[in-house]
C-alpha cells in the first residue's frame, strides 16, 4: 500500500491548489483536442458561406440535405453541420442535378 502523507492547508491555499490542478489539466485538454465553438448560421449567411441563392438553400434545408433547426421563428444552421453536410455525398448529388 502507498505511503500517505497528510497536510492541513487554509481554505485559500485548497483553493489555489484546485485552482492550480484544473488550469493544468485544462491546458492539457485544449492542447491535445482543438476545441472549436459551433457557431450559428442565419439562413442569409449560410447561403452567403455556400455561395447559393437562398431558394436554393431551402430546398436543401427541405431535403433534409442541409440540418437547421429553430430559434422561435427563425432558421438557424450550425456551421459545423453545415460543413459536414457540404461534405457529403447526398449534397454533391444534389449539387449537381441541379448544374
Not at 489555489?16 to 485544449?30: M, N, Q
Not at 452567403?48 to 441563392?53: D, E, Q, W
Not at 432558421?75 to 449534397?91: D, G, P, V
Request: hydrophobic fraction near 35%; glycine fraction near 2%; charged fraction near 25%.
Amino acid at each position: 500500500m502507498a505511503d500517505v502523507t497528510l497536510i492541513q492547508l487554509s481554505k485559500e491555499e485548497l483553493q489555489e491548489l484546485i485552482r492550480s490542478v484544473f488550469e493544468e489539466e485544462i491546458k492539457k485538454l485544449k492542447s491535445q483536442t482543438p476545441y472549436q465553438e459551433d457557431q450559428s448560421l442565419t439562413t442569409a449567411q449560410a447561403a452567403g458561406f455556400m455561395k447559393i441563392s437562398l431558394p436554393t438553400l431551402y430546398k436543401l434545408i427541405e431535403h433534409e440535405i442541409i440540418p437547421s433547426f429553430h430559434i422561435g421563428r427563425t432558421i438557424r444552421i450550425s456551421k459545423n453541420a453545415l460543413i459536414q453536410a457540404m461534405n457529403e455525398k447526398r449534397y454533391k448529388k444534389y449539387n449537381s442535378l441541379k448544374n
